[in-house]
Each structure stands twice: as structure tokens, then as C-alpha cells.
């Protein structure tokens, strides 16, 4: 009986090391495909997207496509404070989230992901003003 759930365990193990070196269908098909990251202002009142000016003490959209599965590390540099949020990666490969900013000022937005060695790496990023 031992030996028998050691041989399953095994079996379990190289089972899982062989679907992990396997390159998932979604992202063969977009071979090479960097990552993108874009920010869109919304209006308050509706939350749908409004026009190019961003607002202090507004929403705003984030949205991207090309991200490996899994989840992404959003890190936002503010003129008063970094700040960070996760985000789903869908089966398409893209994420949206909805973030406020509040100080007027240059910000730059880095998503992040599971590099080599669990190290999280930079793999897109923008930069925006808000008024």
C-alpha cells in the first residue's frame, strides 16, 4: 500500500513537471507577444470611459493584453506614494482594473511578473499625468 501511493505521488510529480514545461496554447498563439499596459480616464458619475484628461481625485481604467497566465503585480508611483494592486490574468492573456488617483502630478505604472528564480520582473509600463 506504501509503495503504491509512492508510485502515485511519482507519478503526480512528473505529471505536474511535464504540464509546466509546456507551452500554454493561448500564448503560442501570439508568439513573442510584449505585453501592453494602458491607462483611460472615467467619468465619476458613470464609471464608463470619458475623455483623455485625467483628474485628480478621479478613477481610471488599467487595462492590458499579452500577460502570461496567472496574475500581475500593478506598482503605481504617485508625486506622494507607491502603491500596488494584483490583477487577473484572463484566458485571453489581458487584465482590467479600475484604481483612483488623487494627487496632481507625473506617475508611472510598472506591471510585474513571475520571472525566473520567483523574482518578480517588470514586463510593461506607462507613464501619465493627471491634472
Known sequence: ??????????A??????VAMSMPNQADAARPGADPTLTVTPMAAATQSTASSVIRAASWIHIAGCGYQPGGVILVMNSPTAMSFTGASV??????GVDWTVNSLGAYTLDARQDGSGNKSRVVASTSFTVQ
Do not use: S
Open 90 to 95: 484572463d484566458a485571453g492573456g489581458c487584465i
Open 12 to 17: 503526480a510529480a512528473v505529471q505536474f513537471a
Open 1 to 10: 500500500m506504501g509503495r503504491a501511493i509512492g508510485l502515485l505521488a511519482f
